[in-house]
Antibody, heavy 117, light 107 residues
């Protein structure tokens, strides 16, 4: 069974760094891209970027380029989303998802990030 | 490419036929998917490539359209269908755009 399991909720202060994770299981992790999607409180879904865990090739949405970094460690079947310095507007639910032929068939359960002083 | 979705919200009764529309800013052929999201949960795929019903999804969910205009129809609304629905376009399999969503509530 394909599963994407994300790390737990985080509470951080503005200016702090953060790295959240998404571990894949039940399939060949290196063979499928992993995407990250943001959902701010009460708002819609926003695609942030995508990575190929096999060779770390990645693409970013223009809205998120330079603001976050997506990475992956195929040896432990895990993808990451990280910020070097959080601000309050980064407070959101973050989902990882595995697209196949452009379709997000599998999703993680979400990681809630709260940034507050 | 921008995706406009309408209405932003609607209220309907159980058994009603519900229609949600997604319009692309340019021809996207059939590169559009539809998702259902309930509060606090990850989105769930309903329809892929405009009109294909995903495995395990009830047949009351119907997708149609091509080019710039697409429709998700719920033929007979059920209580468990109360949720927010999103269209999603993909480009070159690596770039994605979601519509703003349609909240479906009970009248």
């Amino acid at each position: 069974e394909v599963q994407l399991v994300q790390s737990g909720a985080e509470v951080k202060k503005p200016g702090e760094p953060l790295k959240i994770s998404c571990r894949g299981s039940g399939y060949s992790f290196s063979s499928y891209w992993i995407a990250w999607v943001r959902q701010m409180p009460g708002k819609g879904l926003e695609w942030m970027g995508i990575i190929n865990p096999g060779d770390s090739d990645r693409r970013y949405s223009p809205s998120f380029q330079g603001r976050v970094t997506i990475s992956a460690d195929k040896s432990i079947s895990t993808a990451y989303l990280q910020w070097s310095s959080l601000n309050a507007s980064d407070s959101a639910m973050y989902f990882c998802a595995r697209p196949v032929a452009g379709t997000f068939t599998y999703w993680g359960q979400g990681t809630l990030v709260t940034v507050s002083s | 490419i921008q995706m406009a979705q309408s209405p932003s919200s609607l209220s309907a009764s159980v058994g009603d036929r519900v229609t949600i529309t997604c319009r692309a800013s340019q021809d996207i052929k059939k590169y559009i998917n539809w998702y259902q999201q309930k509060p606090g949960k990850a989105p769930k795929l309903l329809i892929y490539d405009a009109s294909n019903l995903y495995t395990g999804i009830p047949s009351r969910f119907i997708g149609s359209g091509s080019g710039t205009d697409f429709t998700l129809t719920i033929s007979s609304l059920q209580p468990e269908d109360l949720a927010t629905y999103y269209c999603q376009h993909y480009e070159n399999l690596l770039f994605f755009t979601f519509g703003p969503g349609t909240n479906v509530a009970l009248k």
